[in-house]
């Protein structure tokens, strides 16, 4: 035996009675439970899915929000750059008819000396303004080959001792600031 006195004994099996009797009420208890988890498990992780999905969404917002940004931030600084450029280009060319004008006066026959030497170095510190401003003249020597991209044909002359598509005569000089011509040299081209 096990050495407990025939009382305990009998209480001690009054205890399993009891609990073999409780046993399907705390079974079925334990198995609403594990039912509740199991729900409260699955909505939860349900709610993650969401959640997590949610998320994905709103970085993949958030991450072309950012590249929308960032392009927006270049396209402007270009803009901003070519501004400039085009404002300087549009000061520069109207400026143009003074340069023009002061090339009609150098041609002109004067005996006036001192207005010549005047007009002359008027010419020179314009020219040296322009060339500090980054503004290079177009040449268009006759004899030249035509090239639409820096001349403005506005004349042609058939003349079989020139070859085709030659520069016969400049009307007006070219000007580019870099790389852009802000006017192109108009001249008289021979077919």
Known sequence: MSGKKPFEQSKDKEDI??????????????STEAEKRAE???RMTKEAHKLAEELATEKDRCMR????????????Q????????????DTILKLLPVYDNLERALKAETEDEA???????????????LEKMGVAEID??????????????VMHVDDDSLGEGVVVEEFQKGFRLGDKVIRFSVVKVAN
């Not at 009675?17 to 334990?30: G, R, T």
């Not at 270009?78 to 280009?89: L, T």
């Not at 207005?115 to 303004?129: A, H, L, N, P, S």
């Open 17 to 30: 009675n009891k609990n073999e009797e409780l046993a399907p009420e705390a079974v079925e208890e334990m």
């Open 65 to 76: 929000v950012m590249a929308e940004y960032d392009n927006f931030r270049k396209r402007s």
């Open 78 to 89: 270009k803009e901003r750059e070519n501004i400039y450029s085009d404002v300087r280009a």
């Open 40 to 42: 409260l498990l699955e």
């Open 140 to 153: 268009a020597k006759t004899g030249d080959k035509f090239d639409p991209t820096i001349h403005d044909a």
């Open 115 to 129: 207005y010549r030497k005047g007009v002359e170095m008027t010419m020179d510190q314009f020219k040296e303004i």
